[in-house]
């Protein structure tokens, strides 16, 4: 049964290029993958098997890869995986596992170890003339700062470069990167970013709800998220819609906004 509400944003069907949501998946059994699917597929874009987890669930993998692909979810390895590869001079053994698993996409970082970023720019031009790429920008260690001119440089060149979205960095915490210690947006970063590329570029790690509320706020429905764990990809579709109490008024229309219940009526009363 499908229900209709007027006054909801819209929100582009898949296959879409903005409005993106991004799943980590840190080890779901072949089960938990299949429910996941059942419910989730719809709104669900991407989903990233996070850090190294391909390694470790190595006898389900192959099952869940074709399970997201046949419900037309990109899925690919964690970019601590391909970090793990080339910090061991291995980039030629992973671009064969990628075609082995049968993967169309790719995500490049540099978060966890120093890579001069010549080097990141050739391994983007390498990939993605056989997979869609993703590279990630940012640090993964707290206390690693990363000037804004030199974020917004590394995100233009690597988009020039070859990569489909740029990631931002914020780790499945969401407190590095883009964010502070305590998980606030880093305002001053995010505006310089969204001053010099359009937003419809950039993937945004938002792994909490009032990270995924902010950025709505910010960037409207269909700004991109990523990092969102399977129980949330839900809740997130409902905050993009003002189903949720955090979005409601946003996308109603100025007269049904003074029944806010900060518009003064309760004192009415």
């Known amino acids: ?7 909801m944003p819209d929100r582009p069907v898949k296959p879409r290029d903005e409005g993106l949501t991004m799943m980590m998946d840190k080890g779901l059994s072949i089960r938990e993958t299949e429910n996941f699917i059942e419910s989730c597929s719809e709104y669900t874009d991407l989903v990233k098997l996070g850090f190294g987890t391909a390694v470790v669930t190595g006898k389900i993998l192959e099952t869940k890869i074709r399970l997201y692909q046949e419900s037309k979810i990109k899925v690919y390895l964690g970019g601590t995986l391909f970090e793990a590869f080339a910090i061991r001079d291995m980039v030629d053994e992973y671009m064969k ?36 790429v993703l590279s990630e920008v940012g640090s993964k260690q707290k206390g690693v700062e990363i000037p804004d001119e030199v974020w917004i440089e590394m995100m233009k060149t690597e988009l020039a470069t070859g990569a489909w979205k740029v990631i931002a960095e914020a780790r499945e915490s969401g407190t590095v990167g883009i964010y502070h210690n305590d998980g606030t947006a880093n305002e001053e970063l995010i505006s310089h970013i969204t001053g010099q590329i359009k937003p419809g570029q950039i993937l945004w790690e938002a792994p909490t709800g009032k990270q995924q509320v902010w950025f709505i706020k910010l960037l409207g429905a269909n700004t991109n998220l990523g990092n969102i764990a399977p129980v949330d990809v839900i809740p997130l579709e409902c905050l993009r819609r003002g189903l949720r109490g955090d979005t409601f008024f946003d996308f109603l229309p100025d007269r049904l906004k003074e029944y806010r219940p900060d518009s003064g009526k309760y004192a009415k009363i």
Do not use: F, N, W
């Open 1 to 7: 049964m499908e229900i209709k509400l007027p006054y």
């Open 97 to 132: 596992l990628i075609e082995r698993l049968k993967l169309d996409t790719a995500e490049i970082s540099d978060g966890s170890m120093y890579m001069p970023h010549h080097q990141k720019l050739d391994y983007i031009s390498r990939l993605s003339k056989y997979v869609t």
